[in-house]
């Protein structure tokens, strides 16, 4: 008995240790438990619960024609498609849309009668300029319900028309029967105009047949839908799931080896006491800095290569745009991300505050970056947020370069720059008057 209570006594006193040295840190608990709620919270407001509008350019050899059509189309659809135009340029058309000036390209068929007697379907071409495998599936669903609302369109103009049409139809019956029948009763041999009135019951008795005939031959999906959509990328065929997150994936480990080395960096030289040894050291906070991230910068280098490589190699993905410019874009990725974490390594006090502080950031990368649902999607002041992240930067460079073939997008790689330039000043400024007070 008295070895159990000695053991219950030894167990209560770490019980005692570590509840006081969680209490020491309350800055480490409000980050544990408000830091992954606060993200949860901003995520739920970010993306309101309704579909993506499109920006939509209608292509047709006489938009004149079309325009009454579409408007009847976009008054019920309003909430998919807004902000059209309607062009006779094709070319043009594309050109903004490799532009991202417009998301839908809507080529409108040239469609006579004769097409759908042929049992041939007129297709609507519908040209985007997506890599995300979701958008695109997206895309193809508004394209089968803007393909339905033409054929629904259709059917009822032709049946309106055919039910015009059935009264001619029966008054050319009726005639026919009333030539008949005189024929019937007055036959003289050697008549002409018996004959004539013979000829013209031929005629109209073969028209008649003409158009049943053409009405059986028609094939039962072309007379119900008439018309469908073929949906077409910029960039050949729609790209696999695993492909699509593989410039994403690559980002965002880059992004979070950097910010997790460089956090913990200074934290621990402080903690340790080198920091001291910079009293008697001819070394300036700037040049600290800088030799920070030559290093650190110099074994990411060969990290995101590995990594790449095995993408390359492993996955089979293919890089489409040119490699210098890949360079680029990893080279600035990871410039800023040690910005962010040396910036954390300097406001955190502990280790473990600064390894909470990356993992918080890594899961902000996750939800607000684009890795996980589209930008276009989420709300417009918490942009502002997705845009500070140098994952959402890096994920729209690598996924230019990588899937679409294209160069460095100018206006993000400037945004990235500048964010890495002055997250490079504040850590100087920081650094600088941390080892003034380890002077003092």
Known sequence: MIRLIKFLIRISSFLGKELTEIFRQPKLILTLVLGPFLIMLLFGLAYPDQSRTLKTTFVATDPGSFQTEMDAFANSYNSIIFDYVIASDKEKALARLALNQTDLVIVVPDVSFGTIQNNQQAEFLVYHNEVDPFQIGYIQSIARIYVDQVNRQVLKSATAQEQANSGVLQDNLQTAI??????????????????????????????????????????????????????????????????YFVPAVIVLLLQHVSITFASLSIVRETRSGIMELFKVAPITAFETLVGKYLSYLFFEIILAGVITALAVWLLKIHILGNLLDYALAVVVLLFTSLGVGFLISLISETDTQAVQYSMLLLLASIFFSGFFMDLRLMREPITILAWSLPATYGIRMLQDIMLRGSSVPLLVFLGITSIGIVLFLIDWALLRKKMESQYS
Do not use: H
């Open 178 to 243: 009333i030539k008949t029948q005189a024929l019937r009763q007055s036959i003289p041999a050697g008549d002409v105009k018996t004959a004539t009135q013979a000829a013209d019951l031929e005629k109209d008795l073969t028209g008649l047949d003409e158009k049943l005939t053409i009405f059986r031959s028609l094939t039962p999906g072309v007379l119900v839908s008439p018309f469908t959509a073929k949906v077409l990328g910029l960039f050949g065929d729609p790209l696999t799931v695993t492909i």
